[in-house]
């Protein structure tokens, strides 16, 4: 059955499931949100049924809400549970120094907030989203509704001066109408090709009145899991400085893995 399942549909399954194996009986966890950290989460949620783990759930998103609750993931809100032991999610683009681009789904805020109020943050990816240089992915910039062309037309003016090659900014649709975010904001995409300080961006982007966040990770996140279709992962943690090299079996997950596609 995996065999009709594409390879980056394994890719994300395998890094998923080896990301689940890092949370442990009593966490609080941060749930991503995206085609990835779903995975994440149906993992966790067959790991509740059929092993009795014991999780508090915080999710970055409604749609994420709405999927740890329905496998069974007590779901309680970040001001609940205060702090997080671990965050995982998914992510655009990472980078070597695990720098990310974070917002293709339009929940950067919620991820970005959760993410840092967690002791570790964990990406889940296939390989496809390693880059060199950030930037070749739109980046997300949430913005308020009120003046968006505004700020729109202000976040151009900053990126002139700075090492961006391209300079517009799209308002992201859905359908004929603008994208919404679930704080009811608007996501401007910003097309830049590559982005030579991205440290330097996140901070002057949020300088912007009108600019809630940006879809830049930095420094944020701790450790990457590297899902690859043939079932091989690849663990980097940036602040030991290691790579792990692991495998989940696919045989042996098959059903997992056709369950929870179904
Ligand atoms: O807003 C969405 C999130 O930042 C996602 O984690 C990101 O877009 C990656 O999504 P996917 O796992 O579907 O590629």
Not at 29 to 34: I, P, R
Not at 60 to 67: E, V, Y
Not at 112 to 122: H, L, P
Request: glycine content about 12%.
């Amino acid at each position: 059955m995996t065999g009709e399942l594409s390879p980056i549909d394994r890719a994300k399954f395998v890094a998923a499931k080896r990301a689940a194996d890092m949370v442990e009986d009593g966490m609080r966890v941060g749930l991503g949100t995206g085609s990835t950290a779903a995975w994440l989460v149906r993992c966790l949620g067959e790991m509740v049924r059929d092993e009795g783990l014991k999780i508090q759930g915080v999710p970055t998103s409604t749609r994420t809400a709405a999927l740890a609750r329905e496998v069974g993931i007590e779901v309680v809100s970040l001001d609940q549970a205060g702090w997080l032991d671990i965050t995982i999610d998914g992510a655009d683009e990472f980078d070597g120094d695990l720098n990310l681009i974070k917002g293709g789904g339009g929940a950067l805020l919620q991820e970005k907030i959760v993410a840092t109020a967690s002791d570790q943050m964990v990406v889940i990816a296939d390989a496809g989203k390693e880059v060199e240089t950030l930037g070749a992915y739109p980046l997300p910039v949430e913005v308020i509704p009120f003046g968006w062309q505004t700020t729109r037309k202000l976040i151009e003016e900053t990126l002139v001066s700075m090492d961006v090659l391209g300079r517009s900014a799209a308002l992201r649709m859905n359908g004929d109408a603008p994208f919404v975010t679930d704080e009811g904001n608007h996501i401007l995409d910003l097309h830049l090709q590559r982005i030579g300080n991205p440290r330097q961006l996140a901070l002057v982007l949020n300088q912007v009145p009108g600019v809630v966040e940006n879809g830049l990770f930095i420094d944020i996140c701790d450790r990457v899991v590297i899902g690859f279709g043939d079932g091989r992962v690849e663990v980097r943690d940036i602040n030991e400085g290691t790579i792990e090299h692991d495998r989940v079996d696919m045989a042996e997950n098959d059903n997992l893995f056709t369950d929870l596609a179904d």
